[in-house]
């Protein structure tokens, strides 16, 4: 079964809502606030890399 991604198209918007669902999910479970810091970073550091290869 395919994801529907590929590195030459796929759906941007998607991925995104991925990356801020996994940021809102991590802060729901209570992750210490300094972790919470490095997830946010590393969420919006993987949107950026996936904006610069659409």
């Known amino acids: 079964m395919s994801s529907g ?3 030459t198209g796929g759906d941007l918007g998607r991925a ?3 990356m801020d669902t996994m940021v809102v999910t991590f802060e ?3 992750v210490n606030p300094v972790v919470m810091g490095q997830i946010r970073k590393q969420a ?3 949107k950026s890399a996936l904006s610069a290869e659409a």
């Open 28 to 30: 729901a479970k209570g």
């Open 16 to 18: 995104n809502a991925v």
């Open 5 to 7: 991604w590929t590195s």
């Open 44 to 46: 919006e550091l993987t």
